[in-house]
């Protein structure tokens, strides 16, 4: 296990009342870095602020929607107030509904989302961004998906957004490059996640969609544990991604993994 290449920091990290979220908050947390949660449900994202504190970290719950402006503004706030201070933000929630073809979907879900999924990272970074310009330090991670590249149909808003995302953090790489900030993005191939169950739980009959691949998937027990891809977090948020800027990382590059596993060992 590498040593405690986070002690000082303080990192924000959504979506981490569960999945890949709470696997992070769990090795950031290792890494030796202060954490603020954030997660809509509160008992969740509770719980594992709770067990990480158990364990002698310091880590804050923040409970709330990140569709809503003021959970963003509150949960910079939280760790601005109790740390002075924001090396990491770990843009991770994400929701998959709706999962119906165009024609088909709730204009308010799919609305939700973009909101969800592109415009509170989008919120969230540019809220942090004065401060880590002025620390002249700062990692901003966008834990993305395959689905910004390729096409799936019955996920128009959830491909939609992804691909808004990584362009996002590429742009905004562009516009930090030089001042000690960094921002990239994980593709993370496919993780056994809720949102993996709620997948296989589409009814697909008289639709186009097809959720065999995931299926089958899951039947070979070949979904990645959330633990693995929080050491990959743990890379990118860490003094190995040094230099590394507007770049898309993914489970697929066999030659990064490995990088990762040499470094980590």
């Not at 201070?85 to 799919?110: C, F, Q, S, T, Y």
Request: hydrophobic share 45%; glycine share 10%; net charge negative.
């Amino acid at each position: 296990m590498a040593k405690k290449k986070l002690q000082g920091q303080v990192a924000i990290i959504t979506g981490a009342g569960r999945g890949i979220g709470a696997a992070a908050a769990a090795r950031l947390a290792a890494g030796g870095a202060k954490l603020v949660l954030a997660a809509r449900t509160e008992e969740e994202v509770e719980t594992v602020a709770a067990q990480l504190r158990g364990q002698g970290a310091q880590a804050l719950a923040v409970s709330g929607d990140i569709s809503d402006p003021e959970i963003v503004e509150e949960i910079v706030e939280t760790a601005l107030e109790q740390f002075n201070r924001v090396d990491i933000l770990v843009n991770n929630a994400g929701v998959v509904w709706p999962l119906e073809e165009v024609a088909e979907a709730d204009p308010n879900e799919w609305e939700y989302n973009i909101a969800v999924n592109l415009i509170a990272p989008f919120l969230l970074s540019r809220n942090v961004l004065p401060v880590m310009v002025d620390q002249g330090y700062g990692r901003i991670l966008a834990v993305s998906s395959g689905a910004a590249v390729t096409p799936i149909a019955g996920a128009s808003a959830y491909c939609a957004a992804k691909a808004g995302l990584d362009m996002l953090m590429r742009v905004l790489a562009l516009e930090v490059a030089g001042t000690g900030v960094s921002t990239n993005i994980l593709h993370p191939g496919q993780v056994d996640t809720a949102m993996q169950e709620d997948i296989r739980s589409i009814d697909t009959t008289g639709t186009r969609l097809d959720t065999t691949y995931f299926h089958n998937l899951h039947e070979r027990g070949q979904l990645r544990p959330p633990a693995e891809i929080a050491e990959l977090i743990y890379w990118l948020v860490g003094p190995w991604s040094r230099g590394r800027n507007g770049e898309i990382f993914t489970v697929q590059d066999a030659a990064w993994m490995q990088q990762v596993r040499s470094d980590l060992a």
